[in-house]
């Protein structure tokens, strides 16, 4: 059997093809792919010099199809759909949709995000399944090898080369303490972050972070008797305690009246919280991803508070650490 060097195909033929072995008349087969009768002639004549077969042969009652053009007849038309196929985009029915979809985040996320969106997928999407996951050092390499769909981060988070990211939610940093706090009836100024005891949360094991810095630089030091990477964890603590923690408002007014506690403005430039999701930019046009960011907004929108640019899309090409 001749073997078929693929690059020397024109595969611009093939439309042709279908047209005369469907039509069986060289005429009506110009028409249907906008060609002169004359042009689709000498068509006609690569074609039969490409398959060495005639294809079409003339007789006293018009064109017939040689054995070859019989076989092809049946084969072309789903060889073009098969052809068509690679450059549609792929179909996406979310009631249809098996599939698992990994996420990195906080248990803020797992209370805020986690029982509004499951239930929107069990009436929009009962295949999808999430699997929400702890943040570690290797979380670059985890999205670049395609081992995670999604991470959840502040739009300050430096990201790793070829990410993308957008915000979905904006909350805004508060002070949080237990109603009976010493500094409870004051209003908090800056200074009294180095008067009380704090309870910290650190995603990744480190003390050090943008608040502390920012209070550096006014000479205030904080006093950082509890790190912990849950925020649940310090907000249960500073229930029970004279500390106070840091957090979004959205979490903080969600258990305010359980723990007995209350917020106060945290007095630190910029308080607002831009929340972003990361996805790596390989999987850009993945429908799938799209369809639950989408899903992520709607319901962040109801129960952290909605952002009117959340569509701008961050892209990051620099070697950063994520």
């Known amino acids: ?184 009836r004051r209003r908090w100024t800056i200074e009294d972050f180095g008067r009380v005891e704090h309870a910290a949360i650190s995603i990744l094991g480190g003390e050090a972070s943008e608040t502390d810095a920012l209070l550096a630089r006014v000479g205030v030091k904080r006093d950082i008797r509890l790190v912990t990477p849950h925020f649940m964890g310090a907000l249960a603590t500073v229930s029970q305690t004279n500390m106070v923690t840091t957090i979004g408002r959205a979490l903080a007014s969600r258990f305010a009246d359980e723990l007995g506690l209350l917020f106060k403005e945290s007095c630190l430039p910029n308080p607002d919280l831009d929340l972003t999701i990361v996805w790596s930019e390989a999987c850009a046009t993945d429908p799938v991803l799209a369809w639950v960011r989408t899903m992520i907004r709607e319901v962040a929108a109801e129960t952290i508070g909605a952002c009117t640019d959340s569509r701008q899309t961050r892209v990051s090409r620099r070697a950063e650490r994520l």
């Open 1 to 184: 059997m001749r073997d078929v060097h693929l690059p020397g195909v024109d595969l611009n033929l093939l439309p042709a093809l279908e047209a005369l072995l469907r039509r069986r008349n060289v005429t009506e087969a110009a028409r249907d792919v906008g060609l002169s009768q004359p042009a689709m002639s000498r068509v006609l004549a690569r074609l039969r010099d490409a398959l060495e077969d005639p294809l079409l042969v003339r007789t006293t009652e018009g064109y017939v199809l040689s054995p070859r053009g019989e076989v092809l007849s049946t084969q072309i038309g789903a060889t073009l759909d098969h052809v068509k196929g690679i450059f549609r985009p792929p179909a996406f029915d979310p009631a249809r949709t098996e599939r698992t979809i990994r996420m990195v985040g906080f248990d803020l996320h797992s209370i805020l995000i986690a029982p509004a969106l499951m239930a929107r997928l069990a009436v929009e999407a009962p295949g999808i399944r999430i699997r929400l996951e702890n943040y570690g050092p290797d979380i670059a390499t985890r999205m670049r090898s395609g081992k995670l769909d999604l991470l959840f981060a502040l739009a300050q988070t430096p990201l790793a080369p070829g990410v993308m990211s957008e915000v979905y939610a904006r909350d805004r940093m508060v002070v949080v303490m237990r109603k009976g706090h010493p500094l409870a």
